[in-house]
């Protein structure tokens, strides 16, 4: 055979190198399409997945694509469905815990980050680190709540599964095992929920999607919410929700809920049997309350629903609102007290009685912020909307003014009058000034504040005491506001002190009395 060309021998090379790219590349996860997201589900589901070294990269990332689409349509929270997922491998490693996430798009960014851990596949220590770590209060799993356990494996383990299994499904744990053709059958029975058919699916690694839709059906009818539900908790009320417990208007409901302080004090109402939620308001924040759901019905005995409900403590709320460093276009506004329970504050603010709000958002530690660009000469109507971390909103609101374009008093000087008294003057200010309010603090003596008419521009300022300092201030006075004021100190020399007398002294002659 004739040796190849350096040209064939490149041509050799890159296509194997395609060959690989198509074999071994991890194929991309698709987008999240607009379907909608499921309401009333509530559980903790669990993912066992085999990472292990006799899973292929190709099957590893085919069944996190599959795990994406199987999540995709929960909501997830606290109050709805949790997820979290350990890997299989030598030791069994948490990829991330129930309480992690709070948005169905963050868990599933998480889980197209997942990589693959190699290592033996020891399913049964996986299997018992779930018993003994994940559906635990440590990780954030809920007592009282549904908990799904989702397997997907090749069917291949080193060590013994049912044990393990037999206790998480005795802890109330519903299995469900998905493997991808080569595990025993007897086995994977056995250690699945019951009935098998539901709970058990083989399938090849490229048709996980075909299992979707049915194992999606199984999980939810392990999950969907069947009982009474608190949503939208606030300090004064909450939303109830609760499952339709007669398929026609064969009953009716009685719902009671009283204050854990107040037991004697219980409030009842009759609710129709097609009504499936109902807002409760008009509470006392900070307080904890029975709420009990009977269904009434003529066909069969039906155990009522009880759940405890605390409203949320009423949140303090900004108290006072100082408007300083005013200007013609801008202005400072600042409030109090500085509350740690806000995640941000809303400023809007609009001229008084005309014009669009316009709004600034300023972070939760700060508790200032200047207004910028704004009219002149204008009175602008300001609110702070506290926005708190549970939620609430609270507002306060205040009145600001703009000074004039140039309104500030010009060139102050004094003239001394007399040893008690100056002539105080100045140049006008620009705008429409409506008066000038003269201001003296005396060093000696009580301050003094005169109104001068707007076509002065002096005034005599009396009762100075000699020897002394004293500040005046001249403000220009505007429609509905006072222009800046400008401020200057005066010394008023001391009195005068004549000379002491002093007598000629006396030149007594010899002999002579003096």
């Known amino acids: 055979m004739s040796a190849l060309s350096p040209w064939s021998k490149t041509l050799l090379v890159a296509c194997q190198l395609l060959l690989f790219n198509l074999l071994y590349s991890s194929p991309s996860i698709p987008e999240a399409d607009n379907q909608q997201l499921i309401p009333d589900l509530e559980g903790d589901i669990l993912f066992l997945t085999d990472s292990s070294g006799s899973v292929s990269h190709y099957e590893f990332a085919k069944v996190k694509e599959f795990m994406v689409r199987l999540l995709r349509p929960f909501y997830i929270g606290p109050n709805d469905v949790q997820v979290s997922i350990v890997h299989i491998s030598t030791i069994p490693t948490l990829e991330f815990p129930f309480d992690r996430f709070r948005s169905n798009s ?68 519903h299995a469900f095992i998905v493997s991808t053709g080569r595990g025993n059958y007897v086995e994977l029975s056995e250690a699945a929920s019951q009935p098998t058919e539901n709970h058990l699916y083989f399938v090849e690694v490229d048709d996980l999607p075909i299992i979707l839709d049915e194992l999606l059906d199984s999980i939810i009818e392990v999950i969907r919410t069947k009982r009474l539900r608190a949503y939208d908790i606030t300090s004064r009320g909450f939303q109830l929700n609760w499952p339709p417990f007669f398929s026609d208007d064969a009953g009716y409901y009685v719902l009671k809920y009283y204050s854990a302080t107040e037991p004697n004090r219980k409030i009842s109402q009759n609710l129709p049997g097609s009504q499936t939620s109902l807002k409760v308001a008009n509470l006392h924040p900070g307080t904890t309350y029975e709420v009990t759901l009977i269904p009434e019905t003529n066909v069969g005995l039906m155990k009522p629903q009880t759940i405890t409900v605390t409203t949320l403590k009423d949140e303090v709320t900004p108290t006072q609102i100082l408007i300083s460093e005013s200007k013609p276009h801008s202005f400072k506004v600042s409030w109090s007290p500085k509350l740690d329970s806000v995640s941000h504050y809303q400023v809007l603010y609009s001229p008084l009685h005309r014009g669009s709000a316009k709004s600034v958002i300023v972070g939760g530690s700060q508790n200032t912020t200047v207004l910028e660009n704004l009219l002149p000469n204008t009175t602008y109507l300001v609110t702070v909307i506290a926005q708190y971390k549970s939620g609430l909103e609270k507002a306060l609101s205040a009145k600001a003014c703009t000074l004039e374009e140039n309104s500030q008093i010009r060139h102050l000087h004094f003239q001394s009058m007399n040893p008690n008294s100056l002539q105080a003057s100045w140049e006008q200010a620009d705008g429409n000034v409506l008066g000038y309010k003269v201001r003296c603090r005396r060093q000696a003596g009580p301050p003094s504040l005169q109104s001068v008419a707007p076509q002065m521009n002096s005034v005599i300022v009396t009762g ?7 500040r005046i201030c001249v403000t220009p006075v505007y429609s509905g506001q006072k222009g800046k004021a400008l401020c200057k100190t005066t010394y008023i020399q001391p009195a005068s002190v004549p000379a002491t007398y002093q007598p000629q002294k006396q030149i007594c002659q010899q002999g002579q009395n003096c």
Request: net charge negative.
């Open 464 to 470: 100075l005491a000699p020897g002394t300092a004293n």
């Open 106 to 173: 963050d868990l599933l960014s998480a889980v197209k980050n997942m990589t693959q851990k190699m290592g033996d596949t020891n399913t049964g220590k996986a299997l018992q680190y779930a018993k003994d770590t994940i559906f635990t209060d440590a990780t954030g799993s809920r007592a009282g709540i549904p908990k799904v356990l989702v397997w997907v494996t090749d069917g291949i383990s080193t060590d013994d599964i049912l044990q393990p299994m037999n206790l998480l499904k005795d802890f109330g744990v």
